[in-house]
């Protein structure tokens, strides 16, 4: 090495932060290819003998540099933090996992007890995971509390060998009385997908004691969303959930709102660019109704939601002490749905909660063939990755969320309530006599399509007629008390569904809408009316409606009229 070479490094190391507990290199832009370029470093780590933590940060490191390193390290016994981001830049991909194990291999012969490790910002790949897999599988990660592999290219195979790596961490703490209690994990920007985020999910879902995920930005689709929904309920303590910019769509939206109900110590959600749509965005404000406490930030943006679901939004966070900051941004609210939304942020005094709107993408256009592409894709996403996911947490995650096993036996339907199911009509319903209000054993909120279509079915046999008038109030009232009685999430989704079915929310693939007709309305007009219905589901209904009133052409009297009803039910607890 030359001596000016050793001269530059020598006055570069003069600078670092050299104390009883950490030694830092951290931006020095240090080439160390050898053993003799790193051999003022190795020197310094050895001399700091009560070195808790090594930042290695912005240099460069060579096989050759990384074994004199490990050997300095193998006596540091008491090294907890390892700040090793952004340290192989220029170097083959083939060299980083021999550099990884030589370091690792040292820790482990140390004795250290890790309780930081971060890698991030190192493109190793798979066989980067690999290099760190012992390490992590050893009694030095036993005790680790942060695990940050942002930006490293790993990968599905990478995904599914760190998840691998966690569950046997797990698995040895744990019969040692002592089990992992992992509590930052960081994996944005690593193409993990469906299979390697499905791989990691098994792994959070047994350690169990998350506190912040991030996993920004690595091609997940639906079925991915759902397997880390489902592990996200087993993580009680769980605090920041980061997943800007996968692939959401309904049914990974639903599963999410799922998981978020119970946890009571979420602070930030970060959903932006997850196509989280308008229907995944009410299921979500149903969770803020009912949940949630101490939301701090709620990041919605760039999810294609249209003015009325962003309204919705807006209204649940209103109740929420703790609430800072509302991203709606990027969405399709319009500039009249701009003014609204803010206008309605400022009339709650919660005007400097709402972000920016200025990358607001327009109205959405009513394009059924584009609505028919995105269900296409998502049938083949859910093809390609149905083999990943486990079947208990697709049940635990979907929808309605109730378990097969939890659910009780279907009850056979009477001929007469399945023929007037097939084909409607008032004269059929009368005819079911005190059998009507058995219909609501045909409806569960768990599937709202179903449910949806048996409610506009009733409705729209309304009639003045005194007789039919009363049979279809009866039934309706049935049916929709059970359905509004369920948790605030399934009513909503319910009730999201409905709306779609009757073209006055923009819904997710191909729905099948009705004609409207003024008695769907009118029985609508008078279930605001009954104490099932509450001002929060009023709420709902009063923001969409009076949002789409192009739809209600057809029927502008009776629409004025539950319209009229919604708003004094809105009123009540005002």
């Not at 350690?207 to 993580?235: C, D, F, K, R």
């Not at 709650?348 to 995105?374: I, T, V």
Request: charged residues 25%; contains cysteine.
């Amino acid at each position: 090495m030359a001596s000016d070479d050793i001269a530059q490094l020598a006055d570069a190391l003069s600078k670092t932060h050299v104390g009883d507990e950490e030694l830092s290199y951290k931006g020095l832009g240090l080439k160390l290819d050898d053993a003799e370029s790193a051999e003022e470093l190795v020197r310094e780590i050895e001399q700091c003998h009560g070195l808790r933590a090594l930042r290695l940060e912005g240099n460069t490191v060579g096989v050759e540099a990384a074994q004199a390193i490990a050997k300095a390290l193998e006596k540091k016994d008491l090294l907890q933090r390892c700040y090793w981001s952004d340290m192989f830049t220029g170097r083959l991909r083939s060299e980083i996992p021999t550099a990884l194990r030589s370091l690792g291999s040292a820790l482990m012969s140390a004795g250290a007890r890790l309780t930081e490790l971060d890698l991030s910002d190192n493109a190793f790949g798979p066989d980067g995971v690999k290099g760190i897999e012992q390490l992590l599988k050893s009694p030095s990660c036993h005790t680790l509390r942060e695990l940050k592999l942002n930006n490293c290219g790993m990968g599905i195979g990478g995904g599914k060998i760190l998840a691998e790596a966690l569950i046997e961490c797990h698995r040895q703490s744990s019969a040692l009385g002592a089990p992992l209690k992992l509590r930052v994990f960081i994996a944005g920007r690593n193409r993990l997908e469906n299979e390697g985020a499905s791989a990691l999910a098994k792994a959070f879902k047994l350690i169990g004691s998350l506190e912040e995920v991030h996993m920004p930005q690595n091609g997940i689709n639906y079925p991915g969303v759902m397997a880390l929904a489902s592990a996200m309920a087993h993580n009680p303590e769980l605090q920041v959930l980061n997943l800007n910019d996968n692939t959401f769509t309904k049914r990974g939206t639903l599963a999410m709102a799922q998981a978020l109900r119970n946890l009571r110590n979420v602070q930030v959600i970060n959903f932006g660019d997850c196509l989280v749509r308008s229907e995944g965005a009410v299921a979500l404000a149903a969770v803020l109704r009912e949940g949630l406490p101490v939301l701090k930030e709620l990041n919605l943006s760039f999810g294609e939601i249209t003015e009325a679901a962003a309204l919705v939004v807006a209204q649940a966070v209103s109740d929420k002490p703790h609430m800072e900051k509302v991203d709606l941004n990027g969405n399709c609210l319009g500039e009249e749905g701009c003014d609204a939304l803010r206008e309605a942020m400022e009339n709650m005094d919660k005007a400097d909660m709402l972000a920016s709107l200025s990358d607001d993408e327009g109205e959405p256009e009513d394009d059924e063939e584009e609505d028919d592409s995105h269900e296409h894709s998502d049938e083949e996403e859910e093809e390609e990755a149905s083999e990943d996911i486990n079947e208990d947490d697709q049940e635990d995650s979907e929808n309605g969320m109730k378990s097969k096993e939890n659910s009780p036996e279907k009850p056979k339907s009477p001929a007469e309530i399945m023929s007037f199911l097939s084909c409607p009509s008032a004269e059929k319903l009368l005819q079911l006599g005190e059998m009507r209000t058995n219909l609501q054993q045909q409806v569960d909120a768990s599937d709202p399509h179903k449910a949806a279509d048996v409610v506009l079915k009733i409705c729209s046999l309304y009639s003045e007629e005194p007789e039919t008038k009363e049979a279809v109030f009866e039934t309706i009232d049935a049916v929709l008390k059970k359905l509004l009685s369920d948790s605030a999430l399934q009513s909503y989704c319910f009730l999201s569904t409905l709306l779609v079915m009757m073209g006055l929310l923009k819904g997710e693939g191909k729905v099948k809408k009705v004609n409207l007709v003024p008695g769907q309305l009118l029985c609508l007009e008078h279930a605001v009316q009954q104490e099932y219905f509450t001002q929060h589901h009023a709420s709902l209904l009063h923001t969409v409606m009076s949002k789409n009133s192009e739809a209600l052409k057809s029927c502008s009297d009776a629409g004025e009229r539950l319209s009229s009803t919604l708003e004094k039910k809105c009123q009540e607890q005002h």
